[in-house]
Protein backbone atom coordinates (compact mmCIF):
# COMPACT_ATOMS: atom_id res chain seq x y z
CA UNK A 1 0.00 0.00 0.00
CA UNK A 2 2.92 2.57 0.99
CA UNK A 3 4.51 1.79 -2.34
CA UNK A 4 1.73 2.66 -4.49
CA UNK A 5 0.95 5.97 -2.35
CA UNK A 6 4.34 7.26 -2.53
CA UNK A 7 4.79 6.04 -6.10
CA UNK A 8 6.33 3.31 -6.19
CA UNK A 9 5.88 1.70 -9.68
CA UNK A 10 6.34 -1.76 -11.25
CA UNK A 11 9.10 -2.05 -14.43
CA UNK A 12 7.43 -1.76 -17.60
CA UNK A 13 7.97 -4.51 -20.03
CA UNK A 14 10.21 -3.91 -23.19
CA UNK A 15 7.07 -3.42 -25.27
CA UNK A 16 5.86 -0.78 -22.78
CA UNK A 17 9.13 0.87 -22.65
CA UNK A 18 8.07 5.01 -21.83
CA UNK A 19 10.58 7.86 -22.00
CA UNK A 20 8.81 9.02 -18.90
CA UNK A 21 11.11 9.70 -15.85
CA UNK A 22 9.85 6.79 -13.00
CA UNK A 23 11.16 7.07 -9.21
CA UNK A 24 11.64 4.38 -6.59
CA UNK A 25 10.24 4.09 -3.16
CA UNK A 26 13.06 6.37 -1.54
CA UNK A 27 11.72 10.09 -1.84
CA UNK A 28 13.54 11.73 0.81
CA UNK A 29 12.52 15.26 -0.87
CA UNK A 30 8.44 14.18 -0.94
CA UNK A 31 7.76 15.08 2.84
CA UNK A 32 3.77 14.06 2.01
CA UNK A 33 3.69 10.35 3.21
CA UNK A 34 0.75 10.81 5.06
CA UNK A 35 -2.80 11.07 2.73
CA UNK A 36 -6.31 11.78 3.93
CA UNK A 37 -9.52 10.52 1.31
CA UNK A 38 -12.14 13.26 1.30
CA UNK A 39 -15.64 11.51 0.04
CA UNK A 40 -18.92 13.79 -0.23
CA UNK A 41 -18.59 14.17 -4.39
CA UNK A 42 -20.44 11.33 -6.69
CA UNK A 43 -19.17 12.47 -10.23
CA UNK A 44 -16.26 14.18 -11.42
CA UNK A 45 -13.99 16.93 -8.70
CA UNK A 46 -13.02 19.44 -11.24
CA UNK A 47 -12.22 22.41 -9.18
CA UNK A 48 -10.73 23.86 -6.10
CA UNK A 49 -10.53 27.00 -4.89
CA UNK A 50 -9.02 28.68 -0.84
CA UNK A 51 -11.32 30.61 1.00
CA UNK A 52 -8.97 31.17 3.82
CA UNK A 53 -5.80 29.61 5.39
CA UNK A 54 -7.75 27.03 6.94
CA UNK A 55 -10.84 26.19 4.60
CA UNK A 56 -11.02 25.56 0.54
CA UNK A 57 -13.84 24.34 -1.65
CA UNK A 58 -14.37 21.84 -4.30
CA UNK A 59 -16.98 21.36 -6.97
CA UNK A 60 -17.19 19.77 -10.27
CA UNK A 61 -19.72 17.42 -12.39
CA UNK A 62 -22.80 16.45 -9.34
CA UNK A 63 -23.28 20.58 -9.46
CA UNK A 64 -22.12 20.14 -5.42
CA UNK A 65 -19.95 22.63 -3.73
CA UNK A 66 -18.35 21.35 -0.76
CA UNK A 67 -16.52 23.22 1.88
CA UNK A 68 -13.14 21.72 3.77
CA UNK A 69 -11.75 22.24 6.78
CA UNK A 70 -7.60 21.66 5.24
CA UNK A 71 -6.52 20.61 8.65
CA UNK A 72 -9.05 18.12 9.73
CA UNK A 73 -10.55 17.30 6.53
CA UNK A 74 -13.88 17.91 8.05
CA UNK A 75 -16.44 18.54 5.47
CA UNK A 76 -17.70 21.87 6.85
CA UNK A 77 -20.28 22.66 4.38
CA UNK A 78 -22.89 20.85 1.83
CA UNK A 79 -23.41 24.09 -0.64
CA UNK A 80 -26.79 22.60 -2.86
CA UNK A 81 -28.67 24.58 -5.53
CA UNK A 82 -27.01 24.02 -8.92
CA UNK A 83 -28.99 20.80 -10.86
CA UNK A 84 -26.20 20.50 -13.35
CA UNK A 85 -22.52 20.53 -13.28
CA UNK A 86 -20.17 23.80 -11.72
CA UNK A 87 -18.24 25.57 -14.57
CA UNK A 88 -16.94 27.87 -12.60
CA UNK A 89 -16.01 28.92 -9.12
CA UNK A 90 -14.58 31.99 -7.58
CA UNK A 91 -13.93 33.35 -3.93
CA UNK A 92 -15.80 36.63 -3.34
CA UNK A 93 -13.81 38.98 -0.51
CA UNK A 94 -16.61 41.36 0.81
CA UNK A 95 -14.63 43.18 2.94
CA UNK A 96 -13.94 42.74 6.81
CA UNK A 97 -12.13 39.24 6.14
CA UNK A 98 -15.36 37.96 4.94
CA UNK A 99 -15.45 35.32 1.94
CA UNK A 100 -18.44 34.42 -0.26
CA UNK A 101 -18.17 32.11 -3.29
CA UNK A 102 -19.79 32.58 -6.73
CA UNK A 103 -20.31 29.44 -8.76
CA UNK A 104 -21.53 28.97 -12.33
CA UNK A 105 -23.58 26.19 -13.87
CA UNK A 106 -24.55 24.57 -16.70
CA UNK A 107 -28.16 24.76 -15.54
CA UNK A 108 -27.23 28.24 -16.73
CA UNK A 109 -27.15 29.88 -13.30
CA UNK A 110 -25.09 31.90 -11.06
CA UNK A 111 -25.18 31.41 -7.60
CA UNK A 112 -23.60 33.64 -4.59
CA UNK A 113 -22.88 31.47 -1.21
CA UNK A 114 -22.10 32.48 2.46
CA UNK A 115 -19.64 29.49 3.54
CA UNK A 116 -19.66 29.50 6.90
CA UNK A 117 -23.35 28.81 6.87
CA UNK A 118 -23.91 27.41 3.75
CA UNK A 119 -26.94 29.50 2.71
CA UNK A 120 -27.17 30.84 -0.93
CA UNK A 121 -27.46 34.00 -0.42
CA UNK A 122 -28.14 35.40 -4.10
CA UNK A 123 -29.26 33.64 -7.38
CA UNK A 124 -29.68 34.71 -11.20
CA UNK A 125 -31.21 31.92 -13.48
CA UNK A 126 -32.47 32.09 -16.70
CA UNK A 127 -28.98 33.15 -18.32
CA UNK A 128 -28.57 32.45 -22.06
CA UNK A 129 -25.90 30.63 -21.63
CA UNK A 130 -23.55 28.92 -19.37
CA UNK A 131 -21.15 30.86 -17.83
CA UNK A 132 -17.48 29.09 -19.01
CA UNK A 133 -15.05 31.80 -16.48
CA UNK A 134 -15.44 33.92 -13.61
CA UNK A 135 -13.04 37.02 -12.69
CA UNK A 136 -13.69 39.08 -9.56
CA UNK A 137 -12.29 42.95 -9.72
CA UNK A 138 -11.85 43.74 -6.38
CA UNK A 139 -10.97 47.34 -7.13
CA UNK A 140 -14.00 48.01 -8.38
CA UNK A 141 -16.07 45.74 -5.84
CA UNK A 142 -17.75 44.07 -9.15
CA UNK A 143 -17.15 40.64 -10.69
CA UNK A 144 -17.51 39.31 -14.52
CA UNK A 145 -18.62 36.16 -16.08
CA UNK A 146 -17.40 34.98 -19.37
CA UNK A 147 -19.63 32.68 -21.89
CA UNK A 148 -21.59 33.72 -24.98
CA UNK A 149 -21.32 37.02 -23.59
CA UNK A 150 -19.39 39.03 -21.29
CA UNK A 151 -21.39 40.74 -18.29
CA UNK A 152 -20.46 42.75 -15.51
CA UNK A 153 -22.06 42.45 -12.11
CA UNK A 154 -21.98 44.54 -8.90
CA UNK A 155 -21.04 42.40 -4.92
CA UNK A 156 -25.13 42.19 -4.76
CA UNK A 157 -25.60 40.56 -8.04
CA UNK A 158 -26.91 43.26 -10.04
CA UNK A 159 -26.00 43.36 -13.53
CA UNK A 160 -24.33 46.66 -14.56
CA UNK A 161 -23.55 45.94 -18.32
CA UNK A 162 -23.23 43.23 -20.96
CA UNK A 163 -21.75 42.67 -24.15
CA UNK A 164 -23.43 40.68 -26.80
CA UNK A 165 -22.26 37.12 -28.49
CA UNK A 166 -18.34 36.66 -28.63
CA UNK A 167 -18.44 33.55 -31.57
CA UNK A 168 -19.33 30.19 -31.52
CA UNK A 169 -16.87 29.17 -28.73
CA UNK A 170 -17.42 31.90 -26.29
CA UNK A 171 -14.81 33.76 -24.18
CA UNK A 172 -12.76 30.74 -22.42
CA UNK A 173 -10.65 32.63 -19.99
CA UNK A 174 -10.04 36.44 -18.71
CA UNK A 175 -7.75 37.92 -16.65
CA UNK A 176 -7.45 41.68 -15.08
CA UNK A 177 -5.11 44.18 -16.24
CA UNK A 178 -3.68 47.75 -15.13
CA UNK A 179 -5.62 50.44 -15.46
CA UNK A 180 -9.28 48.68 -15.15
CA UNK A 181 -8.63 46.64 -18.09
CA UNK A 182 -9.31 43.14 -19.10
CA UNK A 183 -8.35 40.25 -21.34
CA UNK A 184 -11.23 37.91 -22.95
CA UNK A 185 -9.55 34.80 -24.41
CA UNK A 186 -11.91 34.67 -27.65
CA UNK A 187 -11.29 31.38 -30.10
CA UNK A 188 -8.34 32.66 -31.72
CA UNK A 189 -7.63 35.95 -30.31
CA UNK A 190 -7.78 38.03 -27.20
CA UNK A 191 -10.42 40.75 -26.98
CA UNK A 192 -9.12 43.77 -24.50
CA UNK A 193 -11.54 46.02 -22.58
CA UNK A 194 -11.57 48.79 -20.34
CA UNK A 195 -14.17 49.05 -17.45
CA UNK A 196 -15.12 52.69 -16.71
CA UNK A 197 -17.39 53.70 -13.63
CA UNK A 198 -19.49 56.77 -14.16
CA UNK A 199 -20.84 59.27 -11.85
CA UNK A 200 -23.66 58.22 -11.85
CA UNK A 201 -22.39 54.68 -10.53
CA UNK A 202 -23.17 53.18 -13.84
CA UNK A 203 -20.67 50.92 -15.87
CA UNK A 204 -19.28 51.05 -19.53
CA UNK A 205 -17.47 48.36 -21.31
CA UNK A 206 -15.47 49.08 -24.22
CA UNK A 207 -13.42 47.22 -26.38
CA UNK A 208 -10.09 48.96 -27.11
CA UNK A 209 -8.01 46.34 -28.85
CA UNK A 210 -7.34 43.08 -30.30
CA UNK A 211 -4.79 40.58 -30.15
CA UNK A 212 -4.87 37.81 -32.94
CA UNK A 213 -1.67 36.50 -33.45
CA UNK A 214 -2.68 33.16 -32.15
CA UNK A 215 -2.92 30.33 -34.90
CA UNK A 216 -5.51 28.06 -33.20
CA UNK A 217 -7.74 28.58 -29.75
CA UNK A 218 -6.35 29.89 -26.77
CA UNK A 219 -6.56 27.53 -24.08
CA UNK A 220 -5.06 29.90 -21.54
CA UNK A 221 -4.22 33.17 -20.20
CA UNK A 222 -2.78 34.57 -17.40
CA UNK A 223 -1.32 37.55 -15.37
CA UNK A 224 2.53 37.33 -15.10
CA UNK A 225 3.38 40.76 -13.15
CA UNK A 226 2.28 44.37 -13.83
CA UNK A 227 3.14 44.89 -17.40
CA UNK A 228 3.17 41.61 -18.76
CA UNK A 229 0.38 38.46 -19.75
CA UNK A 230 0.61 35.71 -21.34
CA UNK A 231 -1.36 33.14 -23.35
CA UNK A 232 -1.29 29.70 -24.78
CA UNK A 233 -3.03 27.85 -27.77
CA UNK A 234 -3.79 24.68 -28.49
CA UNK A 235 -1.27 24.79 -31.33
CA UNK A 236 1.48 24.45 -28.64
CA UNK A 237 2.05 28.89 -29.01
CA UNK A 238 3.29 30.35 -25.86
CA UNK A 239 2.53 34.39 -26.30
CA UNK A 240 4.10 37.34 -24.08
CA UNK A 241 1.69 40.48 -24.32
CA UNK A 242 2.70 44.12 -22.85
CA UNK A 243 -0.16 45.19 -20.37
CA UNK A 244 0.34 48.59 -21.06
CA UNK A 245 0.06 48.92 -24.89
CA UNK A 246 -1.07 45.28 -25.99
CA UNK A 247 1.79 44.13 -28.22
CA UNK A 248 3.42 40.79 -28.82
CA UNK A 249 6.65 41.02 -27.14
CA UNK A 250 7.73 37.84 -26.87
CA UNK A 251 6.43 34.63 -29.53
CA UNK A 252 7.62 30.63 -28.96
CA UNK A 253 6.21 27.63 -30.71
CA UNK A 254 6.82 24.06 -30.79
CA UNK A 255 7.40 23.12 -34.71
CA UNK A 256 8.18 19.09 -33.60
CA UNK A 257 11.25 18.60 -35.50
CA UNK A 258 13.98 16.23 -34.57
CA UNK A 259 17.55 16.07 -35.26
CA UNK A 260 17.96 12.46 -37.22
CA UNK A 261 20.39 10.04 -35.19
CA UNK A 262 23.84 10.19 -36.36
CA UNK A 263 23.23 13.19 -38.39
CA UNK A 264 23.32 16.68 -38.39
CA UNK A 265 20.10 16.46 -40.62
CA UNK A 266 16.43 17.49 -39.75
CA UNK A 267 13.59 15.47 -40.65
CA UNK A 268 9.75 16.62 -39.43
CA UNK A 269 8.30 14.11 -37.71
CA UNK A 270 4.71 12.62 -38.51
CA UNK A 271 2.14 15.59 -37.24
CA UNK A 272 1.31 14.76 -33.67
CA UNK A 273 -2.07 14.51 -32.03
CA UNK A 274 -3.39 17.74 -31.09
CA UNK A 275 -2.98 17.24 -27.43
CA UNK A 276 0.68 16.67 -27.42
CA UNK A 277 1.12 19.87 -28.64
CA UNK A 278 -1.46 22.18 -26.70
CA UNK A 279 -0.89 24.52 -23.73
CA UNK A 280 -3.19 23.26 -21.08
CA UNK A 281 -1.82 24.98 -18.47
CA UNK A 282 0.09 28.30 -17.69
CA UNK A 283 0.92 29.82 -14.13
CA UNK A 284 3.53 32.44 -13.24
CA UNK A 285 5.70 33.40 -10.88
CA UNK A 286 5.88 36.75 -12.44
CA UNK A 287 9.70 35.85 -13.45
CA UNK A 288 8.85 32.47 -14.85
CA UNK A 289 6.63 30.55 -16.27
CA UNK A 290 5.64 27.52 -16.17
CA UNK A 291 3.65 25.94 -19.38
CA UNK A 292 2.24 22.76 -19.67
CA UNK A 293 2.50 21.30 -22.91
CA UNK A 294 1.03 18.29 -24.00
CA UNK A 295 2.54 15.92 -21.12
CA UNK A 296 5.71 17.84 -20.73
CA UNK A 297 6.48 20.92 -18.43
CA UNK A 298 8.78 24.00 -19.70
CA UNK A 299 9.81 26.67 -17.64
CA UNK A 300 10.24 30.34 -19.69
CA UNK A 301 12.11 32.68 -18.11
CA UNK A 302 10.03 36.53 -18.90
CA UNK A 303 13.44 38.79 -19.07
CA UNK A 304 15.81 36.09 -20.62
CA UNK A 305 13.05 35.21 -23.36
CA UNK A 306 13.83 31.94 -23.27
CA UNK A 307 13.32 28.33 -21.87
CA UNK A 308 15.76 27.82 -19.24
CA UNK A 309 14.45 24.21 -18.45
CA UNK A 310 12.66 21.49 -19.29
CA UNK A 311 10.79 17.84 -19.18
CA UNK A 312 9.78 16.83 -22.40
CA UNK A 313 7.80 13.81 -21.10
CA UNK A 314 7.15 14.55 -17.60
CA UNK A 315 3.85 12.36 -17.22
CA UNK A 316 2.27 9.39 -18.94
CA UNK A 317 -0.70 11.47 -20.36
CA UNK A 318 -1.32 15.60 -20.37
CA UNK A 319 -0.82 17.47 -17.75
CA UNK A 320 -3.97 19.62 -16.70
CA UNK A 321 -2.37 21.80 -13.56
CA UNK A 322 1.00 22.32 -12.66
CA UNK A 323 2.43 25.56 -10.06
CA UNK A 324 5.72 26.85 -9.75
CA UNK A 325 6.71 26.80 -5.91
CA UNK A 326 9.74 28.21 -4.27
CA UNK A 327 13.27 27.61 -4.50
CA UNK A 328 13.40 26.42 -7.77
CA UNK A 329 10.45 23.57 -6.85
CA UNK A 330 7.60 22.73 -9.22
CA UNK A 331 4.15 20.48 -8.82
CA UNK A 332 2.53 19.41 -11.17
CA UNK A 333 -0.86 16.56 -12.07
CA UNK A 334 -1.93 14.51 -14.89
CA UNK A 335 -4.43 12.78 -16.93
CA UNK A 336 -1.93 9.45 -15.91
CA UNK A 337 -3.42 10.11 -12.51
CA UNK A 338 -0.49 11.10 -10.42
CA UNK A 339 0.72 14.52 -8.64
CA UNK A 340 4.64 14.71 -9.42
CA UNK A 341 7.40 17.13 -7.63
CA UNK A 342 10.18 18.45 -9.52
CA UNK A 343 13.01 20.70 -8.93
CA UNK A 344 15.05 22.66 -11.38
CA UNK A 345 18.86 20.95 -11.80
CA UNK A 346 21.65 21.76 -13.68
CA UNK A 347 21.65 19.25 -17.25
CA UNK A 348 23.82 16.03 -17.30
CA UNK A 349 27.19 16.64 -19.03
CA UNK A 350 26.22 13.59 -21.27
CA UNK A 351 23.04 14.50 -23.23
CA UNK A 352 20.42 12.20 -22.72
CA UNK A 353 18.73 11.04 -25.93
CA UNK A 354 15.13 12.62 -24.95
CA UNK A 355 17.48 16.08 -24.59
CA UNK A 356 17.85 15.93 -28.58
CA UNK A 357 14.28 15.30 -29.38
CA UNK A 358 13.41 18.62 -27.12
CA UNK A 359 16.06 20.55 -29.00
CA UNK A 360 15.04 20.46 -31.82
CA UNK A 361 11.16 20.70 -31.16
CA UNK A 362 11.71 24.07 -30.21
CA UNK A 363 12.65 27.30 -31.89
CA UNK A 364 11.92 31.08 -31.03
CA UNK A 365 11.38 34.16 -32.87
CA UNK A 366 8.42 36.59 -33.98
CA UNK A 367 5.30 35.22 -35.43
CA UNK A 368 5.06 34.33 -38.85
CA UNK A 369 2.57 37.57 -38.90
CA UNK A 370 5.29 40.08 -38.33
CA UNK A 371 8.66 40.47 -39.02
CA UNK A 372 11.17 39.16 -36.71
CA UNK A 373 14.59 37.89 -36.84
CA UNK A 374 15.65 34.37 -37.92
CA UNK A 375 14.58 31.35 -35.10
CA UNK A 376 17.57 30.29 -32.99
CA UNK A 377 17.08 26.74 -31.26
CA UNK A 378 17.04 25.88 -28.15
CA UNK A 379 20.73 24.50 -28.67
CA UNK A 380 21.97 27.39 -28.58
CA UNK A 381 20.85 29.25 -25.46
CA UNK A 382 23.58 28.82 -22.52
CA UNK A 383 22.38 27.47 -19.00
CA UNK A 384 19.49 25.03 -20.27
CA UNK A 385 18.35 23.36 -17.17
CA UNK A 386 16.24 19.88 -17.05
CA UNK A 387 13.75 19.00 -14.05
CA UNK A 388 14.52 16.74 -11.75
CA UNK A 389 11.67 13.97 -10.38
CA UNK A 390 11.62 14.30 -6.64
CA UNK A 391 8.30 12.92 -5.70
CA UNK A 392 5.40 10.82 -7.27
CA UNK A 393 2.06 11.06 -5.27
CA UNK A 394 0.12 8.20 -6.18
CA UNK A 395 -3.38 8.09 -4.92
CA UNK A 396 -6.09 8.65 -7.46
CA UNK A 397 -7.26 6.01 -9.64
CA UNK A 398 -8.60 8.75 -12.24
CA UNK A 399 -7.02 11.59 -13.86
CA UNK A 400 -6.11 14.15 -11.57
CA UNK A 401 -7.84 17.50 -12.05
CA UNK A 402 -6.20 20.39 -10.11
CA UNK A 403 -4.56 20.47 -6.96
CA UNK A 404 -4.20 23.10 -4.00
CA UNK A 405 -1.31 24.17 -1.95
CA UNK A 406 -1.76 25.26 1.75
CA UNK A 407 2.14 24.92 2.15
CA UNK A 408 2.57 23.25 5.41
CA UNK A 409 -0.81 22.23 6.62
CA UNK A 410 -0.46 20.20 3.18
CA UNK A 411 -1.99 19.61 -0.61
CA UNK A 412 -5.59 18.84 -1.69
CA UNK A 413 -6.11 16.94 -5.14
CA UNK A 414 -9.35 16.38 -6.80
CA UNK A 415 -9.82 13.86 -9.66
CA UNK A 416 -12.41 12.21 -12.27
CA UNK A 417 -12.39 9.62 -9.46
CA UNK A 418 -15.10 11.62 -7.15
CA UNK A 419 -12.24 12.12 -4.48
CA UNK A 420 -9.82 14.64 -2.76
CA UNK A 421 -6.74 13.31 -1.29
CA UNK A 422 -5.68 15.90 1.55
CA UNK A 423 -1.69 15.00 1.06
CA UNK A 424 0.10 15.79 4.47
CA UNK A 425 3.72 15.94 5.83
CA UNK A 426 3.94 12.86 7.74
CA UNK A 427 7.09 14.29 10.38
CA UNK A 428 4.99 17.37 10.77
CA UNK A 429 1.74 15.30 11.41
CA UNK A 430 4.07 13.20 14.10
CA UNK A 431 4.84 16.11 15.85
CA UNK A 432 1.57 17.52 15.91
CA UNK A 433 0.30 14.37 17.40
CA UNK A 434 2.81 14.06 19.81
CA UNK A 435 2.69 17.52 21.42
CA UNK A 436 -1.20 17.26 21.72
CA UNK A 437 -0.61 14.16 23.53
CA UNK A 438 1.80 15.60 26.17
CA UNK A 439 -0.55 18.41 26.66
CA UNK A 440 -2.88 15.86 27.34
CA UNK A 441 -0.93 14.31 29.48
CA UNK A 442 -0.29 17.42 31.39
CA UNK A 443 -3.60 18.59 31.95
CA UNK A 444 -4.31 14.73 33.29
CA UNK A 445 -1.41 15.68 35.66
CA UNK A 446 0.30 12.85 34.20
CA UNK A 447 -0.32 9.08 33.64
Known amino acids: MLRWILGGREAQSSGQKSSVLCIGEEQPKN ?8 KGHFDIVRFLVQIDDFRFASAGDDGLVLV ?12 RGHSQQITAISAFPCGDG ?50 EELCVWDKHFQLLCHRQKHSDTGIAALVELPKNCVAAAVDKEIVI ?17 RCSDHHDQIRALINVNDGIFASGSHAGELILWDSANFRNV ?13 SQTEIRLAAPKPSEMSVQHLTSDGRLILAAVGSGLYVYDVVAKAVVAYRKAAHDSNVLHATLLSDGELMSCSEDGSVRMWEIQDLPLAAEPASAGFFGMWTFGRSSKQPGPQSKKVLEIPNLRTLE ?51 KLEENGGL
Request: glycine residues 8%; charged residues 20%; proline residues 2%.
Open 68 to 79: WNVETGERLQEL
Open 389 to 439: LTGDLIGHSGAVQMFLSFREKGLVTCSTDHLLILWKDGERQSRLRSQALFQ
Open 98 to 147: FTSLITASSDRSLSLWDPDTGNRVQTISDLQSSVKCLLVLGRLSAWLSGG
Open 250 to 262: AYEHILWEEPHPG
Open 193 to 209: YRVTMTSDSSVLLDEIS
Open 31 to 38: CFTELQVL
